[in-house]
């Protein structure tokens, strides 16, 4: 399941996507700017409370968290300004 949103950054609308990571059971969603195969944020599901939440959690709902999450923390702009691939928990 992919995700397109949008971001103002610098000024300037930019398009992003968001999906789950590949696997049998996704224990991450991977952020990156639309049209790049380049991942900018890892959201990882770590410890027990974030694995019952991907077990639990509708995909949908999971990747909109997280991009509500990637977007209250500046988690893209870090990205793009420094050229490393952001990660924190989902």
Known sequence: ??????????????????SLGEGATPHRVLVSEAGSAQTLVILDASGLLGALKVEFEEPAKLIADAIRKVQAEGLIERALDTGVIQEAAL
């Not at 399941?1 to 968001?18: P, S, V």
Request: aromatic fraction near 12%; hydrophobic fraction near 40%.
């Open 1 to 18: 399941m992919i995700q397109g949103f949008e971001q103002t950054i610098g000024g300037k609308q930019m398009q992003f996507c968001a």
